[in-house]
């Protein structure tokens, strides 16, 4: 949960001009996301949670952000031009409803709802106020190899895509998870969280705009004292450019891992190939971001940490400020988000 990567600062933006606030405090992606915005020159002015713990302990790390009362207070305030969140997945649709309605665009965490009901909603009031309900899916925007591949895909140095393969493993770590994180009307599933990862990813790289879930499958192999856990899920797509996809997310990183999981992902390519070995690059290099790469001309190995960045949240600000639409299109995010929900209405519960 506590995922946080720190890039050099590189503002898009003077002084000021991007004021911004916290409401939700319920997942630790948040403090990525403030990075992220704080290093692209936004300005953090407010946060708010009802648990004063959580609040406080935001606060050390972001000592520039005032505590508010309420999350009136923050949706009041008129400087403020966007709301980042990380509440519990059923509820961030709810509180980005909330803040387009005050004319804020909104930043959530990944996944950015939790049913068909909250998609439809989300996409009226997106169409209504003209606000952006963007979404911060960190394991492409916030991974310099995943950021890196996409930039050589656009280069042509594999082809046209065709099949995207990821693995998304994650350390349980139970006793320290909060209560909703085991109750799946709170969570999503396995598919609609940690999956939506993987689905934004094999929608960017393909350069598909939309797609279908063909086969979906969800298991509880080992957690049966936590009996809304799902702790195992792989999916099958495909995208209507013609690209295939194939991923698989569990709970089950060992703890001999260096890292809270070995994420993983292999693009197929008509002229080439490409592997990403995200975080870790096991019993080699515990650094991660390490790009393997096939091509015509031979076999290639590039370590990329530390020298790409992370466009996303510069673009995002930009758009925020210029009404514009680089970082992400909103029908991607929300694309995402509907086969998310698609692949978990629709999965085999292969063990329960």
Same mark, same amino acid.
């Given at each position: 949960?506590?995922?946080?990567?720190?890039?050099?600062?590189?503002?898009?933006?003077?002084?000021?001009?991007?004021?911004?606030?916290?409401?939700?405090?319920?997942?630790?992606?948040?403090?990525?996301?403030?990075?992220?915005?704080?290093?692209?020159?936004?300005?953090?002015?407010?946060?708010?949670?009802?648990?004063?713990?959580?609040?406080?302990?935001?606060?050390?790390?972001?000592?520039?952000?005032?505590?508010? *009362?309420?999350?009136?207070?923050?949706?009041?305030?008129?400087a403020i031009v966007l709301v980042?969140?990380?509440?519990?997945?059923?509820?961030?649709?709810?509180?980005?409803?909330?803040?387009?309605?005050?004319?804020?665009?909104?930043?959530?965490?990944?996944?950015?709802?939790?049913?068909?009901?909250?998609?439809?909603?989300?996409?009226?009031?997106?169409?209504?106020?003209?606000?952006?309900?963007?979404?911060?899916?960190?394991?492409?925007?916030?991974?310099?190899?995943?950021?890196?591949?996409?930039?050589?895909?656009?280069?042509?140095?594999i082809g046209r895509v065709v099949?995207?393969?990821?693995?998304?493993?994650?350390?349980?770590?139970?006793?320290?998870?909060?209560?909703?994180?085991?109750?799946?009307?709170?969570?999503?599933?396995?598919?609609?969280?940690?999956?939506?990862?993987?689905?934004?990813?094999?929608?960017?790289?393909?350069?598909?705009?939309?797609?279908?879930?063909?086969?979906?499958?969800?298991?509880?192999?080992?957690?049966?004292?936590?009996?809304?856990?799902?702790?195992?899920?792989?999916?099958?797509?495909?995208?209507?450019?013609?690209?295939?996809?194939?991923?698989?997310?569990?709970?089950?990183?060992?703890?001999?891992?260096?890292?809270?999981?070995?994420?993983?992902?292999?693009?197929?390519?008509?002229?080439?190939?490409?592997?990403? *070995?995200?975080?870790?690059?096991?019993?080699?290099?515990?650094?991660?971001?390490?790009?393997?790469?096939?091509?015509? *001309?031979?076999?290639?190995?590039?370590?990329?940490?530390?020298?790409?960045?992370?466009?996303?949240?510069?673009?995002?600000?930009?758009?925020?400020?210029?009404?514009?639409?680089?970082?992400?299109?909103? *029908?991607?995010?929300?694309?995402?988000?509907?086969?998310?929900?698609?692949?978990?209405?629709?999965?085999?519960?292969?063990?329960?």
């Amino acid at each position: 949960m506590d995922y946080a990567p720190i890039g050099p600062p590189s503002p898009v933006c003077g002084p000021g001009d991007f004021p911004f606030a916290v409401v939700g405090l319920d997942h630790d992606h948040i403090y990525g996301m403030c990075n992220g915005l704080t290093e692209a020159g936004g300005e953090l002015r407010w946060a708010y949670d009802p648990d004063p713990a959580k609040l406080e302990r935001f606060r050390r790390t972001f000592p520039q952000a005032e505590a508010a *009362r309420s999350e009136e207070e923050v949706l009041d305030d008129p400087a403020i031009v966007l709301v980042a969140g990380a509440k519990v997945p059923s509820e961030r649709a709810a509180l980005g409803l909330r803040a387009m309605d005050h004319g804020k665009d909104y930043f959530t965490d990944k996944p950015p709802l939790t049913s068909e009901d909250q998609l439809a909603a989300v996409r009226a009031k997106v169409e209504q106020t003209g606000r952006k309900y963007a979404v911060y899916y960190s394991e492409r925007l916030h991974v310099e190899s995943a950021v890196f591949a996409g930039q050589l895909i656009e280069r042509g140095a594999i082809g046209r895509v065709v099949q995207v393969m990821g693995t998304g493993p994650h350390r349980l770590n139970a006793p320290a998870r909060p209560s909703w994180f085991f109750e799946k009307e709170r969570y999503g599933g396995i598919l609609c969280d940690i999956g939506s990862h993987q689905i934004e990813q094999f929608l960017f790289f393909t350069g598909s705009t939309t797609g279908r879930v063909v086969a979906s499958r969800v298991a509880n192999y080992a957690h049966k004292d936590h009996p809304g856990l799902e702790d195992f899920g792989d999916c099958l797509l495909v995208g209507d450019t013609g690209a295939a996809g194939y991923f698989r997310v569990d709970w089950f990183t060992p703890d001999g891992l260096s890292i809270w999981g070995d994420g993983r992902a292999l693009l197929l390519g008509t002229e080439g190939y490409i592997e990403l *070995r995200k975080y870790v690059d096991v019993a080699r290099d515990t650094s991660g971001d390490h790009v393997y790469l096939v091509d015509g *001309r031979g076999e290639h190995h590039l370590e990329v940490k530390g020298k790409v960045g992370f466009p996303y949240f510069g673009q995002l600000v930009l758009d925020c400020l210029n009404r514009t639409e680089v970082a992400m299109s909103q *029908r991607h995010a929300l694309t995402a988000a509907e086969l998310c929900i698609a692949a978990e209405r629709q999965a085999e519960v292969i063990e329960s």
